[in-house]
Structure formats: structure tokens, C-alpha cells
């Protein structure tokens, strides 16, 4: 058994629909476990940093601008196969 780790984050527009619980009981169906979570409103600048990769993209801007437009879910889950 390989016990893995992975960011997994739910985006302002799940956030604001109140269905981080939902989308909680999925991962946690599946065998995997949290073991940090945030709730974090990112700014521009951090967006464009994490999202770097895609900076020059026809989307990025929109990406940018809808990731910073709310608060986000930064959740760390481990398990097998994760």
C-alpha cells in the first residue's frame, strides 16, 4: 500500500453554494482522509503565482480573475492511491 498526499480545492463558486460538505463526502467515500484544510480568500497575485504554468493562455486572466473572486477551500488529503 502507497499512502499518497494531494491539494485538492473547491472553487469560490462551490464555496458559495455551501457544498463543501457534499463535495467532502465524496473524497472521504473513496478512502481518503484530511490532515490540513484552509479556507483562504487568494488575491491576484497569488493566483497568478500558482497558476503561473498557463500565464499567456487565452483563459488566464478569466482563471485569475474567478479564483480570486471568492473564498477558496484548500483541502490536504492522504491516502492510497491519492
Known amino acids: 500500500m502507497s499512502v499518497e498526499k494531494t491539494l485538492i480545492m473547491i472553487k469560490p463558486n462551490a464555496v458559495k453554494k455551501n457544498a ?5 463526502q465524496r473524497f472521504e467515500a473513496q478512502g481518503l482522509q484530511v ?3 484552509r479556507l483562504e480568500h487568494m488575491s491576484p497575485e497569488t ?9 499567456g493562455k487565452f483563459f ?4 485569475v ?3 480570486s ?3 477558496t477551500m484548500l483541502l490536504a488529503f492522504s491516502g492510497e492511491n491519492a
Open 20 to 24: 463543501i460538505g457534499a463535495i467532502l
Open 35 to 37: 490532515f490540513a484544510a
Open 47 to 55: 493566483c497568478r503565482g500558482f497558476y503561473a504554468e498557463h500565464e
Open 60 to 63: 488566464f486572466d478569466g482563471l
Open 65 to 67: 480573475e474567478f479564483m
Open 69 to 71: 473572486s471568492g473564498p
